[in-house]
């Protein structure tokens, strides 16, 4: 299906709502029957059948499509928040007494999750070096049941092989996930390389406004319901109507914003790669990249992250250049409007908390819609107290 059919008319049955160009806002918490018939088949399959929004809502269905289709999926489901998504699919994929193998360094709460959430029900895991198949091998032990990726993961960016990754996991009967929010859908499409589901901070492209939390879980139907039944209704981690109406507009403009960002990124990455204050700068499409191969081999893209460690010989000077910034702001996530930088010095010196594993002159950048050299001019008279 084509990216413009999915973006502005899969899943919106205009003659359904006046042929409004706009889809409504279903927001109720009920639904009603109008016959007992009625009543009893929509209990066989709540998922198909609307009978309460945790369940199954018009405007969030509407959603769910249109993120199946972008990601090559059968079926989808969206959450609260990202690592409502991360959660419910791991959750969904093991029992007690089983074991996890997961890429080093995954998303923050993706690591707690693992190490202190499911070691209470008796789930162990173990972290690999996501760039050596031989070591994700000699992890998997006979109770393992979940290969958990994320490629590129949102700081330094290291990549799996997601084919050998697949093709591993099936030889062992092991579950694949894959946090695919760097790269996107319109990037890299995880289950064209055989991976069972693809999870997603939708918070970030997939809005892409800074204005809604948002996970999604895509994958085939039969693992999709599986979720649903259990971990998406028990444990209650839904996406409200209006946040889904809102992500559905976020969409509208995915292609747009991913080419902008991906490609004033690569614009302002090149440049500061050339900057004598610049030791090093971490961008998976950039050739000087340790992976850049693999990287295309698997992305037409990168979006709009990348890092750059500062040739800085103190803290201090990493505090005085982030200080001096003045068009981009300090913030966590990415993917709206707004460039962002994220200094790793700001993990260090926070009482009651170890200091970050990484440098404290790494800096992660995003690169929204601004006009790149406009943000190059900042970056350029910031680091100039280097």
Sequence with gaps: ??????????????????????????QTSNFVFPTLEAFREAFTDELSHHVYTRGNNPTVAMLRAKLAALEGAEDCLVFGSGVAAVAASVIANVNQGDHVVCVQSPYSWTKILLTTFLPRFGVSHTFVDGRDMAEIERAIQPNTKVLYLESPNSLTFDIQDLDACAQLAKSRKLVTIIDNSYASPLFQQPISHGIDLVVHSGTKYLNGHSDVVVGVVCGSKAMIKRIFDLEYMCLGGILSPHDAALVIRGLRTLELRMLRSNESAMQIASHLERHPKIERVLHPLLPSFPQYELAKKQMTGAGGLFSVYLKADNIEKVEAFIGR?????????????????????????????????????????????????????DLNQALEVI
Excluded: C
């Excluded at 299906?1 to 279903?26: C, D, K, N, W």
């Excluded at 926070?350 to 790149?372: H, K």
């Design 1 to 26: 299906m084509h990216l413009s059919e999915i973006l502005t008319h899969l899943g919106e049955e205009r003659e359904q709502y006046f042929q409004a160009v706009a889809p409504p806002v279903i």
């Design 325 to 377: 910034l003045l068009r981009f702001l300090m913030a966590v996530s990415w993917g709206g409007h707004e460039s962002l930088a994220l200094p790793m010095a700001g993990f260090y010196h926070i009482p009651g908390r170890p200091n970050s594993a990484l440098p404290w002159n790494l800096v992660r950048f995003y690169i929204g819609l601004e006009d790149p050299k406009w943000l190059i001019d």
